[in-house]
């Protein structure tokens, strides 16, 4: 079975300081991992997504993050946060072999101080 | 391009009524997907429409759900009666096909008092 597990469901940052987000997956076949970004009262907006090309993702907004097979990981980071960073940020999987559906993680919200 | 298009944003009603909520996805995406998002949660399939086709509800209660893409466009998804445990986003998402990446619509919050 797929399942995605984010350590720390509120996370801190000062404002210019590094943003880590933290997600692990599990997966029995090599999964298509993903980052959306949701703002309050607003629906998921797709930050990046890894599908078994370069290991280190880029994507809108500054934010990247690096699958590690090893560590069944696909942390999300930025090297310098910006209060229009706040939000909701979802991890999520999908596994081919499951009919691609999507699982997420419970969310991690991300507050930038000033 | 318009994005996933959701009505109502907001609705409140009283146990024991239906409700339903409308989604119209991205001109030529093929998939439409109804999740659930609880407070503090993430989101959960409720069904999955390749075209009109669902192929995929096995997360949908269907003792009180139902859900209808007759056209492979537009759907609607109904909840009869509502139950105080309904409260939550019902969000809509769609893309081109099965594999693709989602676009989300900004969701439906349902409060059921």
């Known amino acids: 079975a797929q399942s995605v597990t984010q350590l720390g469901s509120h996370v801190s940052v000062s404002e210019g300081a590094l943003v880590l987000l933290r997600c692990n997956y599990s997966?029995?076949?090599?999964?298509?991992l993903f980052w959306y970004v949701q703002y309050p009262n607003q629906g998921l907006q797709l930050l990046l997504k890894?599908?078994?090309?370069?290991?280190l993702v880029k994507g809108i907004n500054g934010f990247e993050a690096e699958f590690k097979k090893s560590e069944t990981s696909f942390h999300l980071t930025k090297p310098s946060a910006h209060m229009s960073d706040a939000a909701e940020y979802f991890c999520a999987v999908r596994a081919p072999n499951t009919g691609n559906q999507f699982y997420f993680g419970t969310g991690t919200s991300l507050t930038v101080i000033p | 391009e318009a994005g996933v298009v959701q009505s109502p944003r907001y609705k409140i009603i009283e146990k024991k009524q239906p409700v339903a909520f409308w989604c119209n996805p991205i001109?030529?995406?093929?998939?439409l997907y109804w999740y659930l998002q609880n407070l503090g949660q993430g989101p959960e399939l409720l069904i999955r429409y390749e075209n009109e086709e669902a192929v995929d509800d096995s997360q949908l209660p269907k003792d009180r759900f139902s859900a209808e893409r007759l056209k492979g466009v537009d759907s609607t998804l109904k909840i009869q009666p509502a139950e105080l445990g309904d409260s939550a986003v019902y969000l809509c998402?769609?893309?081109?096909?099965?594999?693709?990446?989602?676009?989300f619509g900004p969701g439906t919050r349902l409060t059921v008092l």
């Open positions: 997966s029995s076949v090599p999964p298509y």
């Open positions: 001109s030529g995406h093929n998939t």
């Open positions: 890894y599908t078994s090309a370069a290991t």
């Open positions: 998402a769609s893309s081109i096909g099965g594999t693709d990446t989602q676009y």
